[in-house]
């Protein structure tokens, strides 16, 4: 019976390894553009940026896939719209379940990973910001150059934050996608033996966040080892 089990949730790993790497994607991108946006000082745009940090670090994960997969079906326009085999229309992408769950934790990671990003740029030495002044470069270029240097400093907290978008993919499970949780909850429906088909799911997020743990310390070890010669 375990065995049985473990086949059936195990077919729902794929899409919750491909759910945590597009999400990361979209996310990476977006933090990237927000440390910047904040870090250019514009008023209007940071006002912008902070709103939307508020926003989606202020409310549940849970909530945000809800509002983002159901909340579009309230418009007559996204429900009337047919969806062509070939060019699917922004309608289309807000109906399906798969493209709201990414959507939605990319979103809310995008919002974390920003406020890492930035809270390192922030802490860069200001000698650093001074050499870069006194050698004529602008406020852009200066960023180009000390930004990455400020991702590394991040990685450690950002690795974290991969961990949680990973385990963070469970809830795509309430709006009908079948990843691992997906399939743990629909095998419950049939046989009602949570304890261990509850279990072997756990099992597999704490295999699957073992094994990413301890490829990004490797990772952050030899990113970071520029850290340690520094120290020497």
């Known amino acids: 019976m375990f065995e049985d089990y473990l086949s059936v949730i195990a077919q729902g790993i794929p899409t919750s390894l491909l759910l945590t790497f597009a999400s990361l994607l979209i996310a990476f991108l977006l933090a990237l ?22 926003l989606f670090t202020g409310t549940p994960l849970l909530i945000q896939i809800f509002l983002i997969y159901s909340g579009p079906g309230q418009f007559e326009f996204i429900t009337q719209t047919p969806c062509a085999p070939i060019r699917a229309t922004s309608a289309c992408w807000l ?41 004529g470069l602008s406020r852009v270029q200066t960023l180009k150059i000390l930004i990455p240097y400020a991702l590394k400093r991040a990685l450690p907290s950002y690795t974290n934050e ?57 990772v952050e070890n030899k990113v970071l080892a520029f850290e340690r010669f520094e120290s020497k």
């Open 162 to 218: 991969i961990i949680l978008v990973f385990k963070g993919t469970s809830l795509a499970s309430t709006i009908t996608i079948m990843d691992i949780m997906g399939y743990a909850r629909q095998l419950y429906g049939t046989e009602y033996d949570a304890l261990t088909i509850y279990g072997i799911a756990g099992g597999i997020y704490l295999l699957i966040t073992g094994i990413a743990t301890l490829v990004l310390r490797k």
């Open 33 to 54: 553009l927000f440390t910047f946006i904040l870090a250019m000082g514009n008023r209007w745009l940071k006002s912008a940026v902070n709103f939307y940090l508020v």
């Open 95 to 135: 109906s399906n379940a798969w493209f709201c769950a990414m959507l939605a934790l990319a979103l809310n990671s995008a919002a974390y990973s920003t406020q890492l990003f930035y809270g390192a740029v922030k802490a860069i030495p200001q000698g650093q910001w001074e050499s870069c002044a006194a050698l």
